[in-house]
């Protein structure tokens, strides 16, 4: 059996075809594309096409005259490596981490600079910089809320496989671009410095804390003992008894002060940390000391210059003096003891240099980085042609489907089918 005739319905409908059903594939038909019959159709309306095209690029060009251009300004900065960065030795951190992970590994963090870069994106940092350069006014918001997205949405920080860190931010105003640009940065080293999460700079802080304890103490005891020798009479001790003050509150100032300087290492150290065993063993000697003296020397000779004379032979009525100066001593010894801690913390903080460098700072822009004027014009005239294109085909299409019986019916139904009715 031959295979049926196919009679060609027009001249520019000849494009689309049915291919002859052979008895092998007579229930599998395809549809072909004459691209002979197509180039013709689409040559013909070629003025059509072509005009549309212009149209649009025309229409995109002015477009982004009149838009209001962007400039992105960069700026590249350096965290510190592993080995040294503060992040790295953070103390409770790295406690957790067994004590060598260092700050990134005790968070699960996988790369270190994530530490950096969720700082860079805190609240803190952005409200600086929208208190700083009105951005709620600028972006015309009037929240903080959608101020910090806008923000969010003109600003790309991103860590770069050098290991660097980059900072993008979109302005209308290029000069603005850049300092803003360069203000993270500065935000970032401020934050960095009002949380000191160096190790140096929690040491720092923790002395700091605990000599202005200190001091408050020691004039409290200076207050006392004032009032007790107004009280008593007495101006000064026989110098056994001094003695034997001094030497009580010396050693139970270094013990203070050991067990300060040991709170301080235990934030960034195991209870393993040789320097903490060191220091637990001197403790403990100290103390044995003090109890000893405090009791009186068992092989005393009861001689008058017996440093270790037992103070439950001070004259009654010198007690309550000696107690006093006694207390005196001892925060007086303690708060230099802490006084020198705190210097070594700020020299060890001061030596910590920059915590994070800047490689490039940002400059202001002397081009746009958005709208791209070219590639948006030569996109619209390729889309517009694409577009026209396309009608065309649509077009010589439908006639075709009225001419056809068979399709004419479908359509009528369609347009039954779409009809609103009331």
Request: proline residues 5%; without cysteine; charged residues 25%.
């Amino acid at each position: 059996m031959m295979p049926p005739e196919i009679k060609p319905e027009s001249m520019s409908s000849q494009y689309i075809s049915t291919k002859a059903i052979s008895p092998a594939d007579a229930n599998s038909p395809e549809d072909t594309v004459d691209l002979l019959e197509l180039s013709v159709l689409l040559a013909r309306r070629k003025r059509f096409i072509v005009l549309t095209g212009l149209t649009l690029a025309i229409i995109t060009a002015i477009a982004t005259l009149i838009m209001k251009p962007t400039f992105t300004a960069k700026v590249d900065i350096l965290p510190p490596k592993k080995s040294s960065s503060p992040l790295a030795q953070l103390g409770a951190l790295s406690a957790l981490a067994g004590g060598g992970g260092g700050a990134a590994s005790a968070l699960g963090l996988k790369n270190p600079d994530d530490l950096y870069i969720g700082l860079l994106q805190s609240e803190t940092i952005a409200d600086g910089l929208i208190q700083r350069f009105h951005l709620q006014q600028l972006y015309k918001n009037k929240n903080l809320s959608d101020a910090r997205k806008n923000l969010k949405n003109n600003t790309k920080i991103t860590s770069e496989k050098s290991g660097m860190i980059s900072i993008s931010v979109e302005d209308h105003d290029p000069k603005r671009a850049a300092d803003m640009a360069n203000a993270y940065v500065e935000e970032l080293h401020s934050l960095m410095g009002h949380l000191a999460i160096s190790e140096a700079g929690q040491r720092r802080l923790f002395f700091e804390q605990q000599l202005e304890q200190e001091k408050n103490k020691l004039a409290d005891a200076e207050v006392a003992l004032e009032e007790t020798e107004r009280k008593t009479g007495i101006i000064q001790p026989a110098g056994q008894t001094q003695a034997t003050i001094m030497s009580i509150a010396q050693l139970r100032a270094q013990i203070a002060a050991s067990q300060v300087q040991l709170q301080g290492l235990e934030a960034s150290a195991t209870e393993q940390n040789p320097e903490v065993i060191l220091l637990q063993t001197q403790i403990t000697g100290l103390e044995s000391q003090l109890a000893s003296l405090e009791k009186g020397n068992p092989r005393g000779t009861g001689m008058q210059d017996d440093i270790e004379l037992p103070t439950s032979k001070v004259p009654a009525a010198s007690l309550e003096y000696i107690r006093k100066m006694r207390d005196v001593r001892y925060h007086e010894t303690l708060f230099e003891l802490l006084a020198r801690q705190y210097e070594i913390a700020k020299v060890d903080e001061a030596k910590a240099g920059g915590v994070v460098q800047v490689v490039d700072p940002a400059l202001v822009p002397d081009r746009k980085s958005w709208p791209p004027r070219t590639l948006l014009t030569i996109l619209a005239a390729i889309l517009g042609a694409l577009f026209a294109s396309f009608w065309v085909i649509l077009q010589d299409a439908y006639r075709n489907w009225e001419t056809n019986p068979e399709q004419a019916s479908k359509l009528r139904e369609l347009r039954a089918a779409l009809r609103l009715r009331s």
